[in-house]
């Protein structure tokens, strides 16, 4: 079995920059891949420093989802990722797309080549997704007799309608992203995703790292809530920003001239 690392996560300007590294597979999802996602993604939670996460992948594809010869070496592969312990609240199969959507910070990602099955799951988990005009997408998952179970049905019903939903979960078909632009699955269409996600994340990352945390968790919590539940998470959220420093340097920013150099933001807080 190769030891090579599956994940690489580079921090940079207080970007990270998470690369799939099974190139020669385009990017299938082994065990080992499985794992180092989620621990990646468990570190840059503890991260604070980090403002924004750019997932993407080497080689000539995002990913093509899971790797079914690695399955069938390891037959207790499918066990280990399906089964869910009884404390937690998912299992490493849902963990591994949902700890994106998870993060206190914006996910962008970029995708070129193939985007099948879990692939598409881990990119529909994130906040933002980029894309060639001719990636190929697939909910591909009917092909192997199965659902999406990668936490797919969560993210499917915030983006598209549910027709679309079960016309591509039920046909598994190939679709190119100006065809996933339109369903609202895929966010910008660019020739260089990279490019337009460093452009996106350096932007965010000039913000309050409080106030874009707080962000995510609030479309979190009230996306599709009733009025009044949205309201008083709003004033919740709203409570626990005011007065606090990064608050204090965003106002002062805001304040001052275009000629003066802005004061650099703190690392994120810990309140949400």
Same mark, same amino acid.
């Given at each position: 079995?190769?030891?090579?690392?599956?994940?690489?996560?580079?921090?940079?300007?207080?970007?990270?920059?998470?690369?799939?590294?099974?190139?020669?597979?385009?990017?299938?999802?082994?065990?080992?891949?499985?794992?180092?996602?989620?621990?990646? %993604?468990?570190?840059? +939670?503890?991260? !604070?420093?980090?403002? =924004?996460?750019? *997932?993407?992948?080497? &080689?000539?594809? @995002?990913? #093509?989802?899971?790797?079914?010869?690695?399955?069938?070496?390891?037959?207790?592969?499918?066990?280990?990722?399906?089964?869910?312990?009884?404390?937690?609240?998912?299992?490493?199969?849902?963990?591994?797309?949902?700890?994106?959507?998870?993060?206190?910070?914006?996910?962008?990602?970029?995708?070129?080549?193939?985007?099948?099955?879990?692939?598409?799951?881990?990119?529909?988990?994130?906040?933002?997704?980029?894309?060639?005009?001719?990636?190929?997408?697939?909910?591909?998952?009917?092909?192997?007799?199965?659902?999406?179970?990668?936490?797919?049905? %969560?993210?499917?019903? +915030?983006?598209? !309608?549910?027709?679309? =939903?079960?016309? *591509?979960?039920?046909? &598994?078909?190939? @679709?190119? #992203?100006?065809?996933?632009?339109?369903?609202?699955?895929?966010?910008?269409?660019?020739?260089?995703?990279?490019?337009?996600?460093?452009?996106?994340?350096?932007?965010?990352?000039?913000?309050?790292?409080?106030?874009?945390?707080?962000?995510?968790?609030?479309?979190?919590?009230?996306?599709?809530?009733?009025?009044?539940?949205?309201?008083?998470?709003?004033?919740?959220?709203?409570?626990?920003?005011?007065?606090?420093?990064?608050?204090?340097?965003?106002?002062?920013?805001?304040?001052?001239?275009?000629?003066?150099?802005?004061?650099?933001?703190?690392?994120?807080?810990?309140?949400?």
């Amino acid at each position: 079995m190769s030891t090579e690392q599956r994940v690489v996560c580079e921090i940079r300007d207080h970007i990270a920059w998470v690369w799939l590294n099974r190139p020669e597979k385009l990017n299938g999802l082994d065990m080992a891949m499985f794992r180092e996602m989620v621990a990646t %993604a468990k570190a840059l +939670r503890k991260n !604070r420093s980090v403002r =924004a996460v750019i *997932l993407a992948a080497r &080689g000539e594809s @995002f990913c #093509a989802g899971l790797d079914f010869k690695a399955v069938a070496k390891d037959p207790m592969m499918i066990p280990k990722v399906f089964l869910k312990w009884p404390w937690t609240k998912q299992n490493l199969a849902q963990e591994i797309a949902h700890c994106w959507r998870d993060l206190p910070v914006p996910v962008i990602c970029a995708i070129h080549g193939n985007c099948f099955g879990g692939g598409m799951q881990i990119a529909l988990a994130c906040d933002y997704r980029i894309a060639t005009p001719d990636a190929n997408l697939s909910i591909m998952e009917m092909k192997w007799g199965l659902i999406p179970d990668m936490s797919g049905m %969560a993210t499917l019903s +915030r983006l598209t !309608r549910v027709d679309i =939903a079960q016309e *591509l979960t039920m046909t &598994g078909r190939q @679709f190119p #992203a100006t065809e996933g632009y339109e369903y609202g699955l895929i966010s910008k269409l660019a020739a260089d995703p990279l490019a337009e996600a460093e452009k996106l994340a350096e932007m965010i990352a000039g913000k309050s790292p409080d106030a874009i945390a707080a962000t995510k968790y609030l479309f979190k919590k009230t996306w599709k809530a009733d009025t009044w539940k949205a309201l008083r998470w709003e004033r919740w959220v709203q409570a626990r920003l005011l007065g606090r420093k990064n608050q204090k340097i965003a106002m002062a920013n805001g304040l001052a001239g275009k000629d003066k150099e802005p004061k650099p933001f703190r690392d994120r807080s810990s309140f949400l």
